[in-house]
């Protein structure tokens, strides 16, 4: 299986919605509910954002959102502020009954 | 509260096994599943694995099944993550993690157990 994929960067300045994309094929992403979306800060552990494509955990802010259209998942971040800045995973659960994860996205808040 | 705590960092040499853990607390162990975690130096990360503790039914993503072996002690709430001959490449930071009840989504991280492999 080959890693979702994500863009390398991307920059916003605060206020302002951003949206980052992940890519798959039709045996993760576009077969499949189960997209998740992590945020890792430096140093930090990985916290889910997002499950079942636009699902928020409980605590988790709700200028974030999760959709997904055909092969492709994508999180919206909007008000942007600078605690956003980190890094970003997306994940999605294949037709093999495996784990997939993106490769990341870098998110500076300018 | 649900935790989630993992053995210790490692330093070891290529060619030596090693074995990692991850104890699981605060919810009823033997009934989600835990997931193995790999982010190497600066990279992305890697899913690696999954078990349930229940049944010890286990799957491995393809590009690394057979270089490592994932198991569960219900009875002490562990998971693990074991090594029979480790690698320089294998240096990484290890994470386990809890899989969502019905879905497949990784809820709740340990802390991570950062492994050195160097001669």
């Known amino acids: 299986q080959s890693a979702l994929t994500q863009p390398a960067s991307v920059s916003g300045s605060p206020g302002q919605s951003i949206t980052l994309s992940c890519t798959g094929t039709s045996s993760d992403i576009g077969g499949s509910i189960y997209v998740s979306w992590y945020q890792q800060h430096p140093g930090e552990v990985p916290q889910l954002m997002i499950y079942d494509v636009s699902n928020r955990p409980s605590g988790v802010s709700n200028r974030f959102s999760g959709a997904k259209s055909g092969n492709t998942a994508s999180l919206t971040i909007s008000g942007l502020q600078a605690e956003d800045e980190a890094d970003y995973y997306c994940s999605s659960y294949t037709s093999s009954g495996t784990l997939v994860f993106g490769g990341g996205t870098k998110l500076t808040v300018l | 509260e649900v935790q989630l705590v993992q053995s210790g960092a490692e330093v070891k040499k290529p060619g030596e096994s090693l074995k990692i853990s991850c104890k699981g607390s605060g919810y009823s162990f033997a009934s989600y599943w835990i997931g193995w975690v790999r982010q190497m130096p600066g990279k992305g990360l890697e899913w690696m694995g999954i078990i349930y503790p229940g049944d010890s039914d286990t799957r491995y993503s393809p590009s690394l099944q057979g270089q490592v072996t994932i198991s569960v002690d219900k009875s002490i709430s562990t998971a693990y993550l074991q090594w029979s001959s480790l690698k320089a490449s294998d240096s990484a930071m290890y994470y386990c993690?809890?899989?969502?009840?019905?879905?497949?989504?990784?809820?709740?991280w340990g802390q991570g157990a950062l492994l050195t492999v160097s001669s």
């Open positions: 993690a809890r899989r969502g009840n019905g879905v497949w989504t990784l809820d709740h």
